[in-house]
């Protein structure tokens, strides 16, 4: 989705700054491309009239027409509301950690979605970061899928969960439970089972594992390709 956006981005704007002068026209035209980019990235249309409605305000409001490099005024506005639709410079939030140890962040999404893999990547930061972290796998359908989240957080520098095979999910659950309190993590990261896609059983244990886990986080993981879907996916999960 990024990809094609920079690339679409790129272009609508290299035309513009071959440009001295920008009309009116110019930049409505500018900005009615830079409107298909968003749409052909599978950005919701209610999202992409906002930011376009946003930005013709801005556009009007800041005198592109007469500054001294209208094109690179464009490309501010343009980048501006990006940012601030993705939720603002350094406006990226950070962990909620728990007051009292442990945090319990629980992993979501669809299989395949990169799960296993950003928890293993939140363990290593989290690692960095001097915090005690505990990975345990849920993920009692996927063959291998708690050895690759075992091997995955050995590589990271973390501990991982004892595997012991037969226990359902919501039994590992309460088992890494105990375990973090008993032995003191700051953190736990629960990974989770995906299917392909939603479904109810998954959903029913989802739920049921964030009853027992009472997590600080949920995390959704999703593919930046999947574009709009991801939003379907974020409400199918709270
Ligand atoms: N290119 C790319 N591949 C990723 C990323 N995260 C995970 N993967 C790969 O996607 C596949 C599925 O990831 P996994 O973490 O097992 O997904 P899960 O089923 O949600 O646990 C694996 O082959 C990962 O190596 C990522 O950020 N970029
Ligand atoms: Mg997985």
């Not at 980019?37 to 409001?61: C, H, Q, S, T, Y």
């Not at 629980?106 to 989290?126: C, I, R, V």
């Not at 995955?152 to 595997?163: E, M, N, Q, R, T």
């Amino acid at each position: 989705m990024f990809d094609a956006l920079t690339d679409r981005l790129s272009s609508v704007f290299d035309r513009l700054s071959g440009r001295g002068v920008l009309s009116e026209k110019d930049i409505d035209e500018a900005l009615r491309e830079v409107r298909v980019a968003l749409l052909e990235a599978d950005v919701a249309l209610p999202v992409v009239r906002d930011f376009i409605a946003k930005a013709k305000e801005k556009a009007a409001g800041q005198d592109v027409i007469r500054s001294i490099r209208p094109a690179d005024q464009v490309v501010k506005i343009t980048y501006d509301g990006l940012v601030e639709m993705l939720g603002g410079e350094g406006g990226a939030e950070g962990l909620n950690i728990s007051l009292n140890p442990p945090t319990v962040i629980l992993m979501a999404g669809l299989q395949g979605s990169g799960k296993t893999t950003t928890a293993a990547k939140l363990g290593l930061k989290l690692g960095k970061d001097r915090k005690k972290v505990l990975l345990a796998s849920l993920d009692t359908r996927r063959p291998a899928a708690m050895e690759q989240l075992a091997t995955l957080a050995a590589a990271a520098g973390v501990d991982s969960l004892p595997i012991v095979a037969g226990q359902s999910a919501p039994d590992i659950a309460r088992r890494a439970m105990s375990a973090a309190k008993l032995q003191g993590y700051d953190i736990l990261i629960l990974d989770t089972a995906g299917r392909t896609t939603l479904d109810e059983a998954m959903m029913s244990e989802a739920a049921e594992i964030a009853r027992i886990a009472n997590p600080s986080e949920t995390l959704l993981v999703a593919d930046s390709l999947t574009g709009q879907d991801a939003v379907r996916t974020a409400k199918a999960f709270h």
